[in-house]
C-alpha cells in the first residue's frame, strides 16, 4: 500500500505504548503512529487544541480502556458526538475481556475490541492481522468523502 496510514495511540501505560510501537515496526514500517496518555489528550489531538494545534488526522484510533483522566469509555461517549471525529474508527485494544466492557465499547461506537494477547508472538500476530485489516481489507473514507474540516 503506497497511502501513508496513521494510528493515534492512547495509551497511559508507557510501556505497552512502547512494546505497541516496537512491534507494529517489526510487521511494518509504513504506519505512523502518534501517541498520547489518556482520553482528554487524544480529544485535544483530535480537535487540534493546544499543542496538538497542527495534528495529522489518524486513519485508526487504538484506544485503551483504563486510563486516567478520561477513561476509553468517556472517550468514545464524547469523540463520536462530534460530526469530525465520528468516521474515525476506533480499535479498542485491553487488557479486559470482561462483557460489559465489550458491550459498552460497542455501544459507545468503537469499531472493534482485542484483548491484548498475552505473549509475545500472540502479540506480533495480533498487530499483524489488524494492520493488514485495517490498512488494506477495510475501505475507510478519504477526508473528501466526509467533508472532513482536516486538512
Not at 28 to 51: F, K, M, S
Not at 122 to 132: F, G, P, R, S
Amino acid at each position: 500500500m503506497s497511502r501513508s496510514f496513521t494510528v493515534l495511540l492512547v495509551e497511559d501505560e508507557l510501556a505497552d505504548a512502547a512494546l505497541f510501537q516496537d512491534m507494529l515496526a517489526e510487521v511494518t514500517q509504513e504506519i505512523t503512529v502518534y501517541h498520547v496518555e489518556h482520553g482528554q489528550e487524544a480529544l485535544d489531538y483530535l480537535t487540534r487544541t493546544g499543542p496538538y494545534a497542527g495534528a495529522i488526522r489518524p486513519d485508526l484510533i487504538v484506544l485503551d480502556l483504563n486510563m486516567p483522566v478520561l477513561n476509553g469509555h468517556e472517550f468514545l461517549a464524547q469523540a463520536k458526538v462530534v460530526a469530525d471525529l465520528r468516521a474515525i474508527p476506533v480499535l479498542v485494544l485491553s487488557t479486559s475481556d470482561h462483557p460489559e466492557d465489550i458491550h459498552r465499547a460497542y455501544d459507545g461506537y468503537a469499531s472493534g475490541y482485542v484483548v491484548k494477547p498475552g505473549t509475545y508472538q500472540e502479540y506480533t500476530q495480533v498487530l499483524d492481522t489488524i494492520q493488514a485489516y485495517w490498512r488494506g481489507l477495510v475501505k475507510l473514507p478519504s477526508l473528501e468523502e466526509i467533508g472532513s474540516g482536516w486538512r
